[in-house]
Nanobody
Framework: EVQLQASGGGLVQPGGSLRLSCVAS????????IGWFRQAPGKEREGVGC????????VYGDSAKGRFTVSSDNAKNTAFLQMNSLNFEDTAVYYC????????????????????WGQGTLVTVSS
């Protein structure tokens, strides 16, 4: 059974940084993708970034480009979302999601492509 555990959310001031972690279990030796999504109050869920365990290639959403970095430690089945230059608009519940890598070697930010979801971690950017 695939399980995801996200952590690292909290309160941060504008301009600050935060790193989220997502531990994935249950994939065994299969390749997988992990995506980061977020949802702010009253807004649609938004793809932030994702990474493929096959080649560690990444894809970023427009709001994340240049500020956020997705990385992974495959030995620990853990993905990270490093967020820098945070602003008020980054306040949201952040979710990690994952699925087996089957038809492609890279990830994408379509939430419908992800079967497994973590519980979410709240990031609040406030002064």
């Amino acid at each position: 059974e695939v399980q995801l555990q996200a952590s690292g959310g909290g309160l941060v001031q504008p301009g600050g940084s935060l790193r989220l972690s997502c531990v994935a279990s249950g994939f065994g030796s299969d390749e997988y993708v992990i995506g980061w999504f977020r949802q702010a109050p009253g807004k649609e869920r938004e793809g932030v970034g994702c990474i493929s365990s096959f080649d560690e290639s990444t894809v970023y959403g427009d709001s994340a480009k240049g500020r956020f970095t997705v990385s992974s430690d495959n030995a620990k089945n853990t993905a990270f979302l490093q967020m820098n230059s945070l602003n008020f608009e980054d306040t949201a519940v952040y979710y990690c999601a994952a699925d087996y890598l089957i038809a492609s070697v890279s990830c994408d930010l379509d939430p419908d492509e992800y079967e497994y979801w973590g519980q979410g971690t709240l990031v609040t950017v406030s002064s």
